[in-house]
């Protein structure tokens, strides 16, 4: 682990301690990238919290073999999942949620038509990725948002580098076909 991903000694006294570090130092990383998988406020709310707690259950299974970031988005990955199998979200259609408009916009501090611009921009490439299917946005948000590396996100989603790789050039492709029809339409 490197030093950002090592929690201070002070805080293994405690279980509770080494959660609240935890929460404060990824928790809304964690709240953006199942936000963006599950496409739902509230629902990326309820995952997030799930996450957590499921870290604190077992937090003393964590070998530090690996960044706890890492295992974070795993678990994180792995409650999405369980979403995507749920009886709800297979009959029921999930909203896009405004929260995650309002999260992108915070970091534009552009003049007024420039920030318009780069807010439709970041609208039409979320609706984009929102568009695709869960395994291809987990490995696009992973990827590109989340900065990881091919071999990361494998570990992270359980499965091999060529899938990933394979999940990423499929989800390319399908964004590719996605804004030229836009264009054409």
């Known amino acids: 682990m490197n030093e950002a991903e090592t929690m201070p000694a002070s805080l293994e006294v405690t279980r509770e301690a080494r959660l609240k570090w935890l929460m404060q130092q990824y928790g809304e990383k964690i709240f953006h990238l199942v936000s963006l998988t599950v496409k739902n406020h509230a629902l990326a709310d309820d995952i ?37 199998r749920s009886w709800s979200f297979r009959n029921i259609f999930p909203t896009m949620d405004d929260h995650l408009g309002d999260l992108m916009d915070r970091q534009a501090n552009n003049q007024v038509e420039e920030e318009i611009l780069n807010r439709v921009k970041r609208e039409e490439v979320v609706t984009y990725i929102q568009s695709l299917a869960p395994k291809y946005r987990q490995v696009i948000l992973l990827h590109y948002y989340e900065d990881l590396s091919i071999a990361e996100v ?12 394979t999940r990423l050039h499929r989800a390319r492709k399908q964004l590719k076909e996605i804004m030229s029809k836009e264009v054409k339409g």
């Open 48 to 84: 997030t919290q799930n996450v957590f707690i499921k870290a604190y259950r077992h937090l003393d299974q964590f070998r530090g073999d690996g960044q706890i970031k890492h295992w974070l988005y795993k678990i994180a990955m792995n409650e999405s999942k369980k979403h995507f």
């Open 154 to 165: 494998a570990d992270i989603l359980g499965v091999s580098q060529e899938v990933v790789r």
